[in-house]
């Protein structure tokens, strides 16, 4: 699924941040990414997410080597991959509906192929009699759940998780990961970005630990 060999990456001509990394995640996997602030979290999900290029080393997504992709393909290849933010960036003038709908309305997708999908998806993330609401009547739990449901509508064989419990209290936090941990079982391979590690503890999955721009996995 992925694969990092030696990958350095730096934001123009500044200091490097990441610093030779070279791990690799199967598919259908389960990986905590946690690390101190300014430890390069960040930048790692977007390398992931194809938002941006390595600036050195050799980095493949579905064993594909990002470095002979164009343009075109890299689009191509993030219509595989979900990602799930910690201030979940809902569209307010939308419904929950329309808004776990909208990467499949991007994709050109009639709303009777889809429909049934999306209401079966809200149900099960518990939104179905939210389903009409507007992202001012939802609670920041409920938010997030739509967040999840819209990353993974279109069945994304990666799901990439920036913080995504950091805007809910504890207890939520934990049915929140129960839910990731559900669509892992599903067959989604996982990369769940946190700093909650007494959250974290609870689940036996192993982490990606970066420091000081290396990297270890932890089992």
Not at 2 to 11: D, L, Q
Not at 92 to 111: C, I
Request: proline share 5%; no cysteine.
């Amino acid at each position: 699924m992925i694969k990092f060999k030696n990958v350095g990456f730096r934001y123009g001509t500044g200091p490097e941040i990441l610093k030779n990394i070279s791990f690799e995640v199967k598919p259908g996997s389960f990986h905590f990414l946690t690390g101190p602030s300014g430890s390069g979290k960040t930048s790692l999900l977007r390398l992931l997410l194809l938002s941006m290029r390595p600036t050195s080393g050799e980095m493949k997504i579905f064993d594909r080597d990002i470095a002979t992709l164009n343009k075109s393909e890299m689009m191509q290849m993030r219509q595989h991959i979900g990602i799930v933010f910690q201030e979940f960036r809902l569209l307010d003038h939308m419904t929950t509906f329309e808004n776990v709908a909208l990467p499949l309305v991007v994709r050109g997708e009639p709303e009777s192929s889809y429909r049934s999908n999306v209401e079966e998806l809200l149900d099960w993330v518990g939104l179905g009699h939210q389903m009409h609401a507007k992202p001012a009547l939802l609670s920041g739990g409920e938010k997030q759940r739509a967040a999840i449901a819209r990353a993974v509508i279109a069945k994304p064989e990666l799901l990439l998780a920036d913080e995504p419990t950091g805007n809910v209290d504890p207890e939520l936090s934990e049915r929140l990961l129960h839910l990731f941990v559900e669509l892992n079982r599903m067959g989604t391979t996982i990369i769940l970005a946190s700093h909650e590690h007494h959250l974290i503890d609870k689940f036996k999955y192993p982490r990606l630990v970066l420091e000081k721009g290396g990297i270890n996995v932890v089992s």
